[in-house]
Each structure stands twice: as structure tokens, then as C-alpha cells.
């Protein structure tokens, strides 16, 4: 098992949709996750951060499941804007930036 | 602020040629990283410095070599370029040397024949 998956999509939704990602992890002992966001050709950006069962930024909410380990961002009421690559993001239980793991991305996009 | 600032934006190269990609943050951040990003992969970490003075190889450091020429700068060279280097490279800075934010530069295209 990869250490962590993503469904690459795309995903492709009309506006105002709301839209669920998943990304799984095959270490148990991570204790912290982020999603980042990647516009075409452009550099990763910071979205959310998910420290406990979840975060919730007003139409962004992540949430995280350890039992089954896996972490969500369900996006409601999609924005054209929207459209990007999710980066799901997974570092160790140390905490190390050495080892963070990125996931290969879920590509979104919002049609009109 | 600039942020994290790359050079070049774009570079072709032969086979065996080398080059340089500088890396610049403002941010005063002790932690600096390089990264490659290649169609359905992940970013996968080359090299990072977890403050001035120290380098450390990440998951894919062979044929890379690093320089953190201060606080503010930390460059990735390419001794023998390779088709297999073909990549965006990515450089990130953050302030501590954890999972806490990291701000990535807008990337140097890279292709080599």
C-alpha cells in the first residue's frame, strides 16, 4: 500500500456542487495532516490543517477518520475558483519535514 | 515580501550539461527544502536544510547537490544533467523544521534532451 493515495479525479462538477475527496494513509502513528492547493502550473498553497477530528473553514471542511485512516475535504457550494489540484499531505509521527509525504493530487474542476 | 523566490523559471539542457537553481526566502525561516514534481507523483523531497549551516539528503537525492549559502539562500546544482531530471523543481521554506507550513517558490521548468 502507498504510503498515501489520492483518487486523481478529475472531478468535474457544475458550480454550487458540493464535491468530497478522500486521501488514505498507511501510517497509523501520523498524528497531523494538511491539504494543499495547487493551481495549474503554479506552487502548492497551504488550505487547511487537520490536528484533531477536523477543521472547518467556511466552505471547506476536513475531516479525519483514524479508525480507517483516511482524511476527506468536502467542498460545499463549489466556485469556479475551485478548480485546482488537492494535495493531501502526511507527515510522520515525529513530525520530521524530512519525511512528509505528499499525495499525487485529486484535480478538481468546477464548470459553470 | 517576496516570499520564496526562484531562478530560472524555465531552463533546457543537454544531456551532461549542469546548472544551478537558485532559491531566495524572506521570511526568515530556518528551514529550506527542495522538491521535484513529475506528472502523477507526489512532490518528493531532494535535499532540505533544516537551518543555515546543515543539509541532509531527502527521498531522491542522487545526481543533486546543495548549498545553504545563508540563511536566506540555499541552492540545488545539477552536476550531469539527465532525461531523467526532466521535472518542476520546487523550492520550500518554512519557519520550523516540522509539518508546520510550508511556502513553496513558483517553480523552475526544467527538460532535459
Known amino acids: 500500500r502507498k504510503e498515501v493515495e489520492q483518487d486523481p479525479g478529475p472531478f468535474n462538477v457544475p458550480e454550487g456542487a458540493t464535491v468530497a475527496f478522500n486521501c488514505t494513509y498507511s501510517?497509523?502513528?501520523?498524528?497531523?495532516f494538511f491539504w494543499y492547493r495547487q493551481d495549474c502550473r503554479k506552487e502548492p498553497k497551504l488550505l487547511m490543517s487537520v490536528y484533531s477530528s477536523g477543521n472547518e473553514d467556511g466552505r471547506f471542511t476536513a475531516q479525519l477518520n483514524r479508525a480507517s485512516q483516511y482524511i476527506s475535504l468536502l467542498i460545499r457550494d463549489s466556485k469556479l475558483s475551485d478548480s485546482a489540484t488537492y494535495l493531501c499531505v502526511v507527515p510522520p509521527y515525529s513530525g520530521s519535514a524530512r519525511q512528509l509525504t505528499f499525495g499525487s493530487g485529486t484535480q478538481l474542476t468546477v464548470l459553470p | 515580501n517576496a516570499g520564496v523566490t526562484q531562478t530560472p523559471k524555465f531552463q533546457v539542457l543537454k544531456t551532461g550539461q549542469s546548472m544551478t537553481l537558485q532559491c531566495a526566502q524572506d521570511?526568515?525561516?530556518?528551514?529550506m527544502y527542495w522538491y521535484r514534481q513529475d506528472p502523477g507523483m507526489g512532490l518528493r523531497l531532494i535535499y532540505y536544510?533544516?537551518?543555515?549551516?546543515?543539509?541532509d539528503k531527502g527521498e531522491v537525492p542522487n545526481g543533486y547537490n546543495v548549498s545553504r549559502l545563508n540563511k536566506r539562500e540555499f541552492s540545488l546544482r545539477l552536476e550531469s544533467a539527465a532525461p531523467s531530471q526532466t521535472s518542476v523543481y520546487f523550492c520550500?521554506?518554512?519557519?520550523?523544521?516540522?509539518?508546520?507550513?510550508?511556502?513553496f517558490g513558483p517553480g523552475t521548468r526544467l527538460t532535459v534532451l
Open positions: 501510517n497509523s502513528a501520523s498524528q497531523s
Open positions: 520550500a521554506s518554512s519557519e520550523g523544521f516540522g509539518p508546520d507550513t510550508q511556502y
Open positions: 536544510s533544516a537551518s543555515e549551516g546543515t543539509t
Open positions: 521570511m526568515n525561516h530556518n528551514s
